[in-house]
């Protein structure tokens, strides 16, 4: 049994040209899989981006225990839950900017993530205020302890309790 594989321009027999081409396979696999480390800017930049992050974390945490104490109006409350929503917007896309996403498992995946759960927990926030929905803020609560739980994947963070 002749198992021939060929191209224009080389040719190649059956063991041989199986396992070259199971070896050309495996390498091309484990390329993508090694892990690129980011550069030096890259992390620059996420240390810029994290004090932002932290902040907006502390703000609503903040804002929250002043509305279920009463030292914070309704509608107080909303409008700052707009202005850190914008804020963490504005955070998401300098961060894509910056320092896209490349692999699963960097600093840059774990700030992004966390942008994406404090932005649901702002939402769920705001939703849970025009509705009178304490099932939102349930579920915002539980959206700002993933924001912050993903915070720890950041290389050089320092992570304090809620």
């Not at 060929?6 to 050309?24: K, N, Q, Y």
């Not at 550069?39 to 932290?54: K, V, Y």
């Not at 703000?59 to 509305?67: K, P, T």
């Not at 955070?91 to 498992?105: H, K, M, N, Q």
Request: proline share 2%; net charge positive; glycine share 8%.
């Amino acid at each position: 049994m002749d198992v021939t594989a060929s191209c224009r321009h080389c040719r190649i027999g059956s063991r041989t040209g199986l396992r070259a081409l199971s070896g050309l396979l495996l390498a091309a696999l484990l390329a993508l899989a090694v892990e690129v480390r980011p550069s030096a800017a890259a992390d620059a930049d996420i240390g810029r981006i994290l004090p932002s992050f932290n902040r907006i974390c502390e703000e609503l945490q903040s804002g929250r225990q002043a509305l279920q104490r009463g030292h914070l109006a309704d509608q107080a409350f909303v409008d700052l839950v707009l202005d850190l929503f914008a804020r963490a917007d504005s955070l998401s896309g300098l961060l894509s900017e910056r320092v896209p996403v490349t692999r699963a498992y960097t600093s840059a995946a774990a700030l992004a993530r966390g942008l994406r759960c404090l932005k649901d927990s702002l939402r769920e926030n705001y939703e849970g205020m025009i509705a009178r929905d304490g099932y939102r803020f349930v579920r915002a609560d539980l959206e700002l302890t993933a924001a912050i739980a993903w915070r720890s994947g950041v290389a050089g963070a320092e992570v304090a309790a809620p």
